[in-house]
């Protein structure tokens, strides 16, 4: 059946910010919905807050809204664009729960703008937990034994009659958030409390334990005639217990016979037609009682998860896409395989190889929370990797989380004894990041695979793989020499020249160099969903030791663009954002594009994006590899190393010194940039300043520069990307125990101490240089003062509080610093403005995070232009193409420019600390956030209140503020006080601040604090208060180290609540502004599209555009 | 093996499809250390060196897969022992001389010897001869849980053999070989249609029906193998995911019903068939190659894949349904005296 005429245009809903268990994997997902649809001719109106993403480039949709995902604001645009449909199981648990929310207001049905994909009784049927039982029970499938409880009495029934452990499940949450095991009453009452309270519903599921079986997901897929094909059968290595997305998974099943497998699939087809999911994906998820074969069904997603990212890299049958069209009207069997070209998508992926997908986790950004892996998710990221066995693939994942310490390791003289090994598989009982490696190290010191199964549930076949790793090592560190049997045999293995050089005791590059003149080398084959039964249209490869490559030759120049890896803390979205803009452009401007990265959540690694794409680890090794595949494909013009952020940067030398062109800014201006030393020359020759700095190499050095400058300073490890290590120190003692810490994270590189300017406010700047010209892409003034991690603070573009002149001299720097670092492509600098004095904090001529928002903010593909420039085109070239505006840039905004506000999106929430308190929300110099927002309005109030919309539940408008100050910002706190007190809110205090308010004639009640305990009456203290429900908003502004504990407390109970928390006095300014401009006005939305308009930078007539 | 980890749940005797492994010899990338499944009896390569069967593990399994796409279906060697010694050439030799798979009468190879009963479950409903030419265990199965008293024949087995039964219905199995040397069974099969008795083929069987009803047959150039293969159910609209195994394939028009060519011709015997009108039921949607057929006037249908599964994809297991409801219409049997076909479509 063809696609639906009765549908013209869609209404897309987004995922919003990147968080912990929806992250950009989304972005994949709609941005191939976006593409399928407009190619069919529908008009595509968009929602998504998250400017990172590449589907909310304007040239994806019609109507790009970048606007928070809230019943009210969707609405609004239903309202304005009218979309004969609404498209909401590609944008997660975010677009799923706004289109339950706009169903339950009427709205679909007042605007007659029905979902499509799946039906609001579908979602339900598949994410009620109680409903679902009765699904499966329907099915003939057995569920976990399990009771719903809406109150903690009920809940505390259940645990009397089930018996602990007992999982505790909130209903309606996304990544598992609020889930976990209770052992006893104690954690039943903290977990289903806080269940309780994130479950829209108000309700949780508690349910039998069990942990330790296999655990399996099918991905599914159904069109609307009733035809259901899995796409992918995918096992998980660690057994149930760990959520999903945090544990190691591998596709496909590898230990299941035909008739367990069918019986899975039998059931997962059972359900998503029970279910009722007409068109689309959907995942189900199995638990396999390893001694007998039970199986239970543990969940669905009536909708594109997360695993059907995975699923689809892991296959080529790209779910999102042919979910988009199944939508519209289309049958699996009349949508065409992308990769055969032939066959029909009515089939199921067959594999010849074996995928492994690893979690990279975060935890060094928190230390305070509990690192035990559990139900709920944890992980930020994740790498997936590719091999011909499981070995290799196991492996190749591993290197590719670029992670010290993530790898197998045979450090010579390290095995472990006995004892050890005892010791180390006791650790492994608990699952953390990193069980891996022990329990490989319990194997290594002799302890046996029952022993590790026993103690771990890992399935015996794949401890049986880690095993014969540790004989393949054994067998290498034997040998007298690297024969190519030697090397053949450890490469189809997995290993890297860097864990043969552990084993041989050879440097790695003199491995690499006898490997390379034995001729052992990798060979690149193919995934074609099919294992070589139809010829592959698609370069998809991946590397492996084997005897046939399948790399064509080509005629068109290559450009190789290396991509950023596992998504983490400061390196994410934004990055892939700017390497797939590379590619399109390059592609489109006589270049085959060569995209090497090992995320599958990206869209630079869907096989579309890019001429070739390689699914590989980009370590320096893998990139030398891919670099000789495609150098004797055709001709290699150079690699693009600026786009992928510090991973890809970090290989820039020694990729030149094995003779590879680097393209843009070559590695030496890279280290002018980086190496402190140099980049002083740099500023002085340029006649800038710098705070006040030094390096030292050991604690003593750093209190010696320390004095000199004098406190407080900023100390962090020289080449670092997210702020990892970086502290503001006010004292001899933490200085030296920094020191100590820092040195261990980065051993070859010194620890940088520099005077931290009190009250600035910090400057973004990104800009482009072709060598004789600059664009400047945009001028973001940071919310926060400087201190804040720039990737935590909010920022406003264009600046709302700095002059012209001020402007002047940002831009006079900016291309000072252009020049003299030698940048040919993007360069993104960090200023601080104080006491009138402009000082440069940090120049990286690399793409920066700020990439994708400045674009969106000021409508110019600055992403794009960098990739020409750095390929040679001009800005002046550029600006006559109609790439980059014919005139003026991003640092010039004209008056009525519309106003953008970034705001960081932060996972305070998802971690806990070992007494199961959420981790401090406090925000510092450490980068700690894993998304953005963006809010686009006329002026900066409206802007900042979108901001704050755009995740969480925004500003209040009426109801009761708490507000507990530091004194240096009691002054600075009374103006915005009275504000907030005019507008009709109720202020509560404390004791010191409520004295300062009423002196100056606001009215605030005193609230107890948290140390002093109820009042003799039982008065709640103000923790008890925040979590009874009764505070919209807390105001709180660290005061010295020593009276944190109950800022913490605060601080903690604010965030478990979801309550908006200010703890700058900046943040305050922005927030009653905010407040302000919400009560005044109602609900105002524009595209995209329209604003570019207005701004008109292009000066193009309506017809052109 | 395509797939890259063979051997990792081990060999159970519950699943066995057959009683033997028939394969000639087993190539794989990976075979696992030890199998790991709660039913796992023994590892695959113990089993595998007990029946004698040839193994050869290591190899760039894909590498084969894509020759073999390109070059068509060929004979292959795998030696082992003292034979692994010889010179390339005499081992290339010794692939030459084997015989080839076009003209190679296989069925009496892999046949039981002797008639046995799988009997009904539960209430008996009708009685079926199955010939078996390669069957697997999963087919009788499948039957007898629907009532069906199943009686597995040698292919030798005669048409008299048959009615001594008292079949209801009649089931030809899969197998190896040329379809095209069948003729005992292809007779065979001409007389359980002349007499119309519900009539129920997979695999060899439909390429049976096939020349029975006058179409030709023909080698594939790629042959389907696999798990995975999509097929068009022509008679609900419907795709379902098939397990095939076949390298030869019924040359018949898909485009509309055409009247059985056998019709029109009369055999060696001057006997002139009257099958009527025949339907390509299903098709194999990644090359449109004929996956089944349907007899629109005589009780009769048969398809190229395998809805008994085992391995694969249960999506078509209501096939054996629709031959119960082929039996429930039909007033004949072979117990009643033949008389001229009904339409039962």
């Given at each position: 059946?063809?696609?639906?005429?009765?549908?013209?245009?869609?209404?897309?809903?987004?995922?919003?910010?990147?968080?912990?268990?929806?992250?950009?994997?989304?972005?994949?997902?709609?941005t191939q919905?976006?593409?399928?649809?407009?190619?069919?001719?529908?008009?595509?109106?968009?929602?998504?807050?998250?400017?990172?993403?590449?589907?909310?480039?304007?040239?994806?949709?019609?109507?790009?809204?970048?606007?928070?995902i809230?019943?009210?604001?969707?609405?609004?645009?239903?309202?304005?664009?009218?979309?004969?449909?609404?498209?909401?199981?590609?944008g997660?648990?975010?677009?799923?729960?706004?289109?339950?929310?706009?169903h339950?207001?009427?709205?679909l049905?007042?605007?007659?703008?029905?979902l499509?994909?799946?039906?609001?009784?579908?979602?339900?049927?598949?994410?009620?937990?109680?409903?679902?039982?009765?699904?499966?029970?329907?099915?003939?499938?057995?569920?976990?034994?399990?009771?719903v409880?809406?109150?903690?009495?009920?809940?505390?029934?259940?645990?009397?009659?089930?018996?602990?452990?007992?999982?505790?499940?909130?209903s309606?949450?996304?990544?598992?958030?609020?889930?976990?095991?209770?052992?006893?009453?104690?954690?039943?009452?903290?977990?289903?409390?806080?269940?309780?309270?994130?479950?829209?519903?108000?309700?949780v599921?508690?349910?039998?334990?069990?942990?330790g079986?296999?655990?399996?997901?099918?991905?599914?897929?159904?069109?609307?005639?009733?035809?259901?094909?899995?796409?992918?059968?995918?096992?998980n290595?660690d057994?149930?217990?760990?959520?999903?997305?945090?544990?190691?998974?591998?596709?496909?099943?590898?230990?299941?016979?035909?008739?367990?497998y069918?019986?899975?699939?039998?059931?997962?087809?059972?359900?998503?037609?029970?279910v009722g999911?007409?068109?689309?994906?959907?995942?189900?998820?199995?638990?396999?009682?390893?001694?007998?074969?039970?199986?239970?069904?543990?969940?669905?997603?009536?909708?594109?998860?997360?695993?059907?990212?995975?699923?689809?890299?892991?296959?080529?049958?790209?779910?999102?896409?042919?979910?988009?069209?199944?939508?519209?009207?289309?049958?699996?069997d009349?949508?065409?395989?992308?990769?055969?070209?032939?066959t029909?998508?009515?089939?199921?992926?067959t594999?010849?190889?074996?995928v492994?997908?690893?979690?990279?986790?975060?935890?060094?950004?928190?230390?305070?929370a509990d690192?035990?892996?559990?139900?709920?998710?944890?992980s930020?990221?994740?790498?997936?990797?590719?091999?011909?066995?499981?070995?290799?693939?196991?492996?190749k994942?591993?290197?590719s989380?670029?992670?010290?310490?993530?790898s197998?390791?045979?450090?010579?003289?390290?095995?472990?004894?006995?004892?050890?090994?005892?010791?180390?598989?006791?650790?492994?009982r608990?699952?953390?990041?990193?069980?891996i490696?022990?329990?490989?190290?319990?194997?290594?010191?002799?302890?046996?695979?029952?022993?590790?199964?026993?103690?771990?549930?890992?399935?015996?076949?794949?401890?049986?793989?880690?095993?014969?790793?540790?004989?393949v090592?054994?067998?290498v560190?034997?040998?007298p020499?690297?024969?190519?049997?030697?090397?053949?045999?450890?490469?189809?293995?997995?290993?890297?020249?860097?864990?043969?050089?552990?084993?041989?005791?050879?440097?790695?590059?003199?491995?690499?160099?006898?490997?390379?003149?034995?001729?052992?080398?990798?060979v690149?084959?193919?995934?074609?969903?099919?294992?070589?039964?139809?010829?592959?249209?698609?370069?998809?490869?991946?590397?492996?030791?084997?005897e046939?490559?399948?790399?064509?030759?080509?005629?068109?120049?290559?450009?190789?663009?290396?991509?950023?890896?596992?998504?983490?803390?400061?390196?994410?979205?934004?990055f892939?954002?700017?390497?797939?803009?590379?590619?399109?452009?390059?592609?489109?401007?006589?270049?085959?594009?060569?995209?090497?990265?090992?995320?599958?959540?990206?869209?630079?690694?869907?096989?579309?994006?890019?001429?070739?794409?390689?699914?590989?680890?980009?370590?320096?090794?893998?990139?030398?590899?891919?670099?000789?595949?495609?150098?004797?494909?055709?001709?290699v013009a150079?690699?693009i190393?600026?786009?992928?952020?510090?991973?890809?940067?970090?290989?820039?030398?020694a990729?030149?010194?094995?003779?590879?062109p680097i393209?843009?800014?070559?590695?030496?201006?890279?280290?002018?940039?980086?190496?402190?030393?140099?980049?002083?020359?740099?500023?002085?020759?340029?006649?800038?300043?710098?705070?006040?700095?030094g390096?030292?190499?050991?604690?003593?050095?750093?209190?010696?520069?320390?004095?000199?400058?004098?406190?407080?300073?900023?100390?962090?490890?020289?080449?670092?990307?997210?702020?990892?290590?970086?502290?503001?120190?006010?004292?001899?003692?933490?200085?030296?125990?920094?020191?100590?810490?820092?040195?261990?994270?980065?051993?070859?590189?010194?620890?940088?101490?520099?005077?931290f300017?009190?009250?600035?406010?910090?400057?973004?700047?990104?800009?482009?240089?072709?060598?004789?010209?600059?664009?400047?892409?945009?001028?973001?003034?940071?919310?926060?003062?400087?201190?804040?991690?720039?990737?935590?603070?909010?920022?406003?573009?264009?600046?709302?509080?700095?002059?012209?002149?001020?402007?002047?001299?940002?831009?006079?720097?900016?291309?000072?610093?252009?020049?003299?670092?030698?940048?040919?492509?993007?360069?993104?600098?960090?200023?601080?403005?104080?006491?009138?004095?402009?000082?440069?904090?940090?120049?990286?001529?690399?793409?920066?995070?700020?990439?994708?928002?400045?674009?969106?903010?000021?409508?110019?593909?600055?992403?794009?232009?960098?990739?020409?420039?750095?390929?040679?085109?001009?800005?002046?070239?550029?600006?006559?193409e109609?790439?980059?505006?014919?005139?003026?840039?991003?640092?010039?905004?004209p008056?009525?420019?519309?106003?953008?506000?970034?705001?960081?999106?932060?996972?305070?929430?998802?971690?806990?600390?070992?007494?199961?308190?959420?981790?401090?929300?406090?925000?510092?110099?450490?980068?700690?956030?894993?998304?953005?927002?963006?809010?686009?309005?006329?002026?900066?109030?409206?802007?900042?209140?979108?901001?704050?919309?755009?995740?969480?539940?925004?500003?209040p408008?009426?109801?009761?503020?708490f507000?507990?100050?530091?004194?240096?910002?009691?002054?600075?706190m009374?103006f915005?006080?009275?504000?907030l007190?005019?507008?009709?809110?109720?202020?509560?205090?404390?004791?010191?601040?409520?004295?300062?308010?009423?002196?100056?004639?606001?009215?605030?009640?005193?609230?107890?604090?948290?140390?002093?305990?109820?009042g003799?009456?039982?008065?709640?203290?103000?923790?008890e208060?925040?979590?009874?429900?009764e505070?919209?908003?807390?105001?709180n502004?660290?005061?010295?180290?020593?009276?944190?504990?109950?800022?913490?407390?605060?601080?903690?109970?604010t965030t478990?609540?979801?309550?908006?928390?200010?703890t700058?006095?900046?943040?305050?300014?922005?927030?009653?502004?905010?407040?302000?401009?919400?009560?005044?006005?109602?609900?105002r939305?524009?595209?995209?599209?329209?604003?570019?308009?207005?701004?008109?930078?292009?000066?193009?007539?309506?017809?052109?555009? | 093996?395509?797939?890259?980890?063979?051997?990792n749940?081990?060999?159970?005797?519950?699943?066995?499809?057959s009683?033997?492994?028939?394969?000639?010899?087993?190539?794989?990338?990976?075979?696992?250390?030890?199998?790991?499944?709660?039913?796992?009896?023994?590892?695959?390569?113990d089993?595998?060196?007990?029946?004698?069967?040839?193994?050869?593990?290591?190899?760039?399994?894909?590498?084969?897969?894509?020759?073999?796409?390109?070059?068509?279906?060929?004979?292959?060697?795998?030696?082992?022992?003292?034979?692994?010694?010889?010179?390339?050439?005499?081992?290339?030799?010794?692939v030459?001389?084997?015989?080839r798979?076009?003209?190679?009468?296989?069925?009496?190879?892999?046949?039981?010897?002797?008639?046995?009963?799988v009997?009904?479950?539960?209430?008996?409903?009708?009685?079926?001869a199955?010939?078996?030419?390669?069957?697997?265990?999963?087919?009788?199965e499948?039957?007898?849980?629907?009532?069906?008293?199943?009686?597995?024949?040698?292919?030798?087995?005669?048409?008299?053999d048959?009615?001594?039964?008292?079949?209801?219905?009649?089931?030809?199995?899969?197998?190896?070989?040329?379809?095209?040397?069948?003729?005992?069974?292809i007779?065979?099969?001409?007389?359980?249609?002349?007499?119309?008795?519900?009539?129920?083929?997979?695999?060899?069987?439909?390429?049976?029906?096939?020349?029975?009803?006058?179409?030709?047959?023909?080698?594939?150039?790629?042959?389907?193998?696999?798990?995975?293969?999509?097929?068009?159910d022509?008679?609900?609209?419907?795709?379902e995911?098939?397990?095939?195994?076949?390298?030869?394939?019924?040359?018949?028009?898909?485009?509309?019903?055409?009247?059985?060519?056998?019709?029109?011709?009369?055999?060696?015997?001057?006997i002139?068939?009257?099958?009527?009108?025949?339907?390509?039921?299903?098709?194999?949607?990644?090359?449109?190659?004929?996956?089944?057929?349907?007899?629109?006037?005589?009780?009769?249908?048969?398809?190229?894949y395998?809805?008994?599964a085992?391995?694969?994809?249960?999506d078509?297991?209501?096939?054996?349904?629709?031959?119960?409801?082929?039996?429930?219409?039909?007033?004949h049997?072979?117990?009643?005296?033949?008389s001229?076909?009904?339409?039962?479509?």
């Open positions: 059946m063809p696609r639906r005429t009765d549908i013209t245009s869609v209404l897309v809903i987004g995922s919003g910010p990147i968080v912990i268990g929806q992250a950009c994997e989304f972005d994949y997902s709609g919905a976006c593409r399928v649809l407009r190619e069919e001719g529908i008009r595509v109106i968009l929602v998504n807050s998250n400017p990172a993403t590449i589907m909310t480039d304007p040239e994806f949709a019609d109507a790009t809204y970048v606007e928070p809230t019943p009210e604001v969707i609405e609004a645009i239903i309202a304005k664009e009218r979309p004969d449909a609404v498209l909401a199981t590609l997660g648990q975010t677009a799923l729960n706004a289109a339950v929310a706009l339950e207001r009427g709205i049905e007042k605007y007659g703008c029905p499509i994909g799946a039906s609001v009784e579908a979602i339900q049927l598949g994410e009620d937990r109680q409903l679902f039982k009765g699904v499966v029970q329907r099915c003939g499938g057995e569920t976990a034994r399990s009771y409880a809406h109150t903690i009495d009920e809940c505390l029934a259940v645990a009397t009659e089930l018996g602990y452990p007992l999982v505790v499940r909130p309606f949450t996304m990544g598992g958030l609020g889930s976990g095991f209770a052992d006893d009453e104690v954690d039943l009452r903290r977990m289903a409390g806080s269940g309780l309270h994130d479950s829209p519903t108000t309700e599921l508690l349910e039998e334990s069990i942990t079986w296999k655990e399996y997901e099918l991905e599914v897929m159904r069109d609307h005639a009733d035809n259901v094909v899995v796409v992918c059968s995918i096992e290595l057994p149930m217990g760990v959520h999903t997305g945090d544990s190691v998974t591998v596709a496909p099943a590898l230990t299941l016979t035909d008739r367990e069918q019986g899975l699939r039998d059931l997962a087809i059972a359900i998503i037609r029970e999911v007409d068109t689309g994906g959907c995942n189900i998820q199995f638990a396999v009682n390893p001694s007998d074969g039970r199986v239970i069904v543990i969940e669905m997603n009536p909708r594109v998860s997360r695993s059907s990212a995975l699923a689809s890299k892991a296959t080529g049958f790209p779910i999102a896409k042919i979910a988009a069209k199944l939508a519209i009207g289309y049958t699996l009349e949508v065409r395989n992308d990769i055969t070209q032939v029909p998508a009515s089939f199921e992926p594999l010849d190889y074996i492994v997908k690893v979690p990279r986790f975060a935890f060094e950004k928190f230390p305070a690192p035990t892996l559990t139900t709920t998710m944890k930020v990221g994740e790498a997936m990797a590719i091999g011909r066995n499981f070995t290799e693939a196991l492996q994942a591993l290197r989380l670029e992670r010290q310490g993530s197998f390791h045979w450090h010579r003289g390290e095995a472990p004894s006995k004892e050890q090994a005892r010791a180390l598989l006791n650790q492994a608990t699952p953390t990041d990193g069980r490696v022990l329990v490989q190290q319990a194997l290594r010191g002799g302890l046996s695979v029952e022993e590790a199964h026993e103690a771990t549930g890992i399935d015996p076949w794949f401890l049986d793989q880690m095993q014969l790793i540790n004989q090592a054994a067998h560190a034997s040998s020499q690297l024969t190519p049997e030697v090397l053949l045999l450890a490469k189809r293995h997995g290993f890297s020249d860097a864990q043969i050089s552990q084993l041989s005791g050879m440097p790695e590059e003199v491995v690499r160099g006898v490997r390379h003149a034995l001729g052992v080398r990798p690149y084959k193919t995934v074609d969903t099919c294992a070589a039964e139809f010829a592959a249209k698609t370069p998809y490869h991946y590397s492996t030791y084997d046939e490559t399948e790399v064509e030759p080509r005629e068109r120049p290559a450009v190789i663009i290396l991509g950023s890896g596992p998504n983490r803390i400061g390196q994410g979205i934004e892939d954002y700017s390497c797939v803009h590379a590619s399109f452009a390059l592609r489109d401007h006589g270049f085959d594009t060569v995209m090497v990265n090992c995320n599958p959540e990206t869209v630079s690694t869907d096989y579309d994006t890019s001429s070739r794409l390689y699914f590989e680890p980009l370590t320096l090794e893998d990139v030398l590899e891919v670099v000789h595949a495609e150098r004797q494909a055709g001709p150079g690699v190393v600026q786009l992928g952020g510090q991973t890809p940067l970090g290989l820039a030398q990729l030149k010194a094995e003779g590879v393209v843009g800014t070559s590695p030496e201006s890279i280290h002018l940039a980086e190496d402190r030393g140099a980049f002083s020359r740099v500023l002085a020759e340029a006649g800038l300043t710098a705070p006040r700095h390096t030292a190499y050991s604690g003593e050095e750093a209190v010696e520069v320390a004095r000199e400058i004098g406190y407080p300073v900023l100390v962090r490890p020289s080449y670092v990307l997210g702020g990892r290590g970086m502290e503001i120190v006010y004292d001899d003692e933490t200085l030296i125990g920094y020191v100590t810490r820092a040195t261990e994270a980065a051993p070859q590189h010194p620890v940088l101490v520099d005077r300017l009190d009250e600035a406010i910090e400057i973004d700047v990104d800009a482009i240089y072709d060598g004789h010209e600059m664009y400047l892409g945009g001028i973001m003034e940071h919310i926060e003062e400087a201190g804040i991690h720039s990737g935590d603070s909010a920022c406003v573009l264009p600046p709302v509080t700095l002059g012209q002149e001020e402007l002047e001299r940002v831009r006079e720097s900016t291309l000072k610093l252009a020049k003299g670092i030698g940048v040919r492509g993007l360069m993104n600098v960090q200023f601080a403005l104080a006491q009138g004095v402009l000082y440069v904090l940090e120049a990286n001529p690399r793409a920066s995070r700020t990439i994708p928002f400045v674009a969106k903010a000021t409508g110019v593909p600055l992403a794009k232009a960098a990739a020409r420039v750095m390929l040679g085109a001009t800005i002046a070239e550029l600006r006559t109609g790439i980059l505006p014919p005139a003026g840039d991003g640092g010039a905004m008056a009525h420019a519309h106003v953008s506000v970034k705001e960081a999106v932060l996972p305070f929430k998802r971690f806990r600390t070992r007494e199961g308190e959420v981790v401090d929300s406090l925000l510092g110099p450490e980068m700690r956030s894993t998304g953005e927002v963006m809010g686009i309005d006329s002026d900066f109030g409206a802007a900042f209140a979108k901001s704050q919309l755009g995740f969480g539940p925004g500003l408008r009426k109801g009761t503020i507000v507990s100050v530091a004194n240096r910002d009691k002054r600075a009374i915005p006080m009275k504000r007190a005019d507008l009709g809110f109720d202020l509560i205090a404390t004791k010191g601040t409520a004295d300062v308010l009423r002196r100056n004639g606001i009215h605030a009640s005193v609230v107890r604090k948290y140390s002093e305990g109820p003799p009456k039982g008065e709640p203290t103000i923790v208060r925040i979590v009874a429900g505070v919209g908003m807390v105001i502004t660290p005061s010295g180290s020593h009276a944190r504990a109950d800022g913490y407390e605060i601080r903690a109970a478990s609540m979801d309550r908006p928390i200010i700058t006095v900046q943040q305050l300014g922005a927030a009653v502004q905010g407040i302000e401009s919400q009560l005044a006005e109602t609900v939305v524009k595209s995209l599209q329209d604003h570019a308009r207005e701004l008109n930078f292009y000066a193009r007539t309506e017809d052109q555009a | 093996m395509t797939a890259p980890h063979i051997g749940t081990g060999f159970n005797e519950e699943d066995n499809e009683r033997r492994i028939w394969v000639a010899g087993y190539v794989v990338r990976d075979p696992a250390i030890r199998p790991s499944s709660w039913r796992s009896q023994r590892s695959l390569e089993e595998l060196i007990e029946q004698g069967v040839v193994g050869i593990s290591g190899l760039d399994t894909r590498a084969l897969t894509r020759h073999l796409r390109e070059r068509g279906a060929m004979r292959v060697g795998v030696f082992s022992g003292p034979l692994a010694t010889m010179s390339q050439e005499a081992l290339l030799e010794r030459l001389s084997a015989p798979m076009s003209g190679a009468a296989l069925a009496g190879e892999v046949t039981t010897a002797r008639t046995y009963v009997p009904a479950v539960g209430q008996k409903r009708f009685t079926v199955a010939l078996d030419l390669g069957i697997k265990a999963r087919t009788p499948h039957l007898a849980t629907r009532g069906i008293e199943v009686h597995v024949l040698p292919a030798t087995s005669t048409f008299a048959i009615q001594a039964l008292g079949a209801d219905g009649v089931f030809f199995s899969n197998g190896p070989g040329d379809p095209a040397t069948a003729e005992h069974e007779a065979l099969l001409r007389e359980v249609l002349a007499a119309g008795v519900p009539f129920f083929g997979i695999c060899f069987g439909n390429q049976l029906l096939g020349r029975a009803l006058g179409f030709g047959t023909y080698k594939l150039k790629y042959g389907h193998r696999g798990l995975n293969q999509p097929v068009l022509r008679r609900t609209g419907k795709v995911v098939t397990a095939q195994n076949h390298g030869f394939a019924v040359d018949a028009p898909m485009e509309s019903d055409v009247s059985a060519p056998a019709d029109a011709v009369a055999d060696s015997s001057g002139h068939t009257a099958y009527g009108r025949v339907r390509v039921s299903h098709i194999g949607l990644n090359d449109n190659v004929v996956e089944g057929l349907e007899c629109l006037d005589i009780p009769a249908f048969s398809v190229q395998h809805p008994e085992a391995a694969g994809p249960h078509s297991e209501h096939l054996f349904d629709r031959f119960i409801e082929l039996m429930s219409v039909s007033t049997s072979t117990a009643s005296t033949p001229t076909a009904k339409d039962s479509a």
